[in-house]
């Protein structure tokens, strides 16, 4: 059914999401008013020229714009469209789109949003960019609970398209507005839920950040009643980041303490978007702890594993909400090295960091600039023999240089991989899949390479994670690492025995592998 109406638009030149939705409520809102008039089964229907004249006259080109076509295609139009659910059809229209790349929300997190207004006694919902929930109302069915339910989108047709579907119930408001600019207070709520755009800069906002997922929560903010919640799904950056994000995350949790934060499980939002995210929940009233924990499928719903809880005048001391470092099996090694004597550094403040020069693979050609890549790098070390090149002016890839003594750090990825890079012959630069720390003082290269390598700096680097699957670090993150600031001589100390340790290693597997070899061809010789 919802196939064949798609067909008669697409052979009618009608294939964007606006298009598509406008001609399926085009067609309920004539089948409702027919039916308000008692003619919806009467011949009307079965005539082209009457159904057409008859929509004409009751002015839904004035509510939707002029039709494009004739009696004939309204007439097909009507026909396959007249017993179709219009919010599912939504649902697949919106799915489909990869031109506006609208994104459908997993029903798992306005299944556990829902939940949560039960618990609470929460009446009054607001659900922001209401279309990007369209799946999770279709399967919760919550517009059938006793409660005042706001549907708030920016876009013109899908709102009235909720009006269409909703026309009947007398607890559903649409309303239309945006959520990245301020919002008439007009209306307040005991519940909100939002998944703001990602990465999306704001120009002209009245609040402390331009990220649109902080104005957007920002502007939500005081449309909460005193003892509201604010349900976000944010980018695990918007956690760490520092800067005015850093600032942003003080001022919501003074505003709206943090109730609860949960990370999501990997791949829940592709193919839209495969970076990792989390659901933050703020509140206006006082909590006794914060809880966090992660979020998993459990046969398609998504269930609570790994809780902790934290004091609220302990949490607003942090200066990140990293949860995976929070959260991590190993807290006693992690809150050992937090709490020892041994005073701390942030890369920041000891090193330059850069990420290298994109390059795309028709540019790699023999050339006088070798570059760096990941595959260059094993167990730790540099392979300088395997280097590709590129053909450049060496000014104008200067900035992207590595110099011997550099720490080398894949951003890029599956693993994380670590090197200090040798002397050389030439100039190399590093590709848009590395980061490069250069040291400045107080830290020596391979001192900083084995502290992250250890338990530590591994879990340390993972809280900086903003990819899923694929590993994704930025150099302003990697810059907040924070490195025990040891003696020179006792880092020489270490570099030296961990050196010295390695290349024992590397010898007595050679010695293996050498005695293995001809083990094995002694005994194929005495096979025949």
Not at 136 to 159: A, F, Q, S
Not at 424 to 432: H, K, P, W
Not at 467 to 483: I, R
Request: net charge negative.
């Amino acid at each position: 059914m919802i196939e064949s109406f798609w067909n008669i638009c697409l052979l009618h030149d009608l294939s964007t999401r606006d298009q598509l939705l406008r001609e399926a409520i085009r067609v309920k809102r004539t089948q409702q008013l027919l039916k308000q008039q008692r003619l919806a089964e009467t011949e009307l229907t079965a005539e082209p020229e009457k159904l057409f004249r008859w929509m004409k006259e009751r002015a839904l080109d004035k509510e939707l714009g002029h039709f494009p076509g004739d009696r004939d295609l309204f007439y097909k139009l009507y026909q396959a469209g007249k017993d179709m659910d219009l919010l599912e059809y939504a649902m697949l229209t919106i799915q489909q789109d990869r031109v506006t790349g609208s994104i459908v929300v997993h029903p798992g997190i306005v299944e556990r949003f829902v939940d949560q207004c039960e618990r609470h006694g929460c009446t009054n919902i607001l659900f922001a960019e209401a279309e990007k929930y369209i799946k999770g109302l279709i399967e919760t069915k919550c517009y059938h609970r006793p409660w005042t339910i706001t549907l708030l989108t920016e876009n013109y047709i899908v709102g009235r398209l909720f009006r269409t579907y909703f026309e009947s119930y007398s607890n559903i408001r649409i309303v239309q507005g945006s959520i990245y600019q301020p919002l008439p207070a007009e209306h307040q709520f005991d519940a909100i839920l939002a998944m703001p755009n990602f990465g999306m800069k704001m120009n002209d906002v009245d609040v402390a950040v331009r990220e649109s997922e902080g104005a957007a929560a920002s502007y939500l903010l005081p449309l909460l009643q005193d003892d509201g919640r604010l349900s976000l799904t944010l980018p695990a950056r918007m956690l760490f980041q520092s800067g005015a994000i850093a600032s942003w995350r003080k001022q919501m949790n003074e505003q709206a303490p943090v109730q609860t934060i949960y990370s999501l499980p990997d791949g829940l939002f592709r193919p839209y978007t495969s970076i990792k995210t989390c659901q933050v929940d703020f509140g206006k009233a006082p909590v006794e702890e914060v809880i966090l924990g992660r979020l998993h499928m459990e046969k398609s719903k998504l269930v609570a594993e790994r809780e902790i809880s934290i004091h609220p005048d302990r949490f607003r001391e942090l200066d990140h909400w990293r949860i995976e470092l929070l959260l991590d099996e190993d807290q006693d090694t992690l809150r050992s090295f937090q709490q020892a004597a041994t005073p701390k550094v942030k890369l920041r403040d000891v090193a330059e960091i850069f990420r290298g020069k994109s390059i795309l693979k028709q540019d790699l050609k023999p050339g006088n600039i070798k570059v760096l890549n990941i595959s260059n790098l094993d167990d730790g070390e540099v392979l300088l023999d395997q280097l590709e090149t590129i053909d450049e002016e060496e000014r104008k890839v200067k900035r992207y240089e590595i110099l011997p003594g550099d720490l080398v750090m894949t951003c890029r990825g599956t693993v994380n991989k670590l090197a200090v890079f040798p002397e050389t012959q030439g100039v190399v630069i590093a590709s848009s899949n590395m980061i490069v720390i250069r040291f400045k003082s107080a830290i020596k290269s391979h001192f900083a390479k084995i502290f992250l390598e250890s338990p530590v700096g591994t879990a340390l680097i993972q809280s900086f994670q903003r990819g899923t699957t694929v590993m994704n670090l930025n150099p302003a993150d990697v810059a907040e690492l924070e490195l025990p600031l040891v003696p020179e001589d006792k880092q020489h100390e270490l570099i030296e025995q961990y050196i010295r340790e390695k290349e024992r290693y590397k010898e007595v597997v050679r010695e293996a592998t050498n005695r293995w070899e001809q083990v094995k061809s002694q005994l194929y010789e005495e096979l025949y």
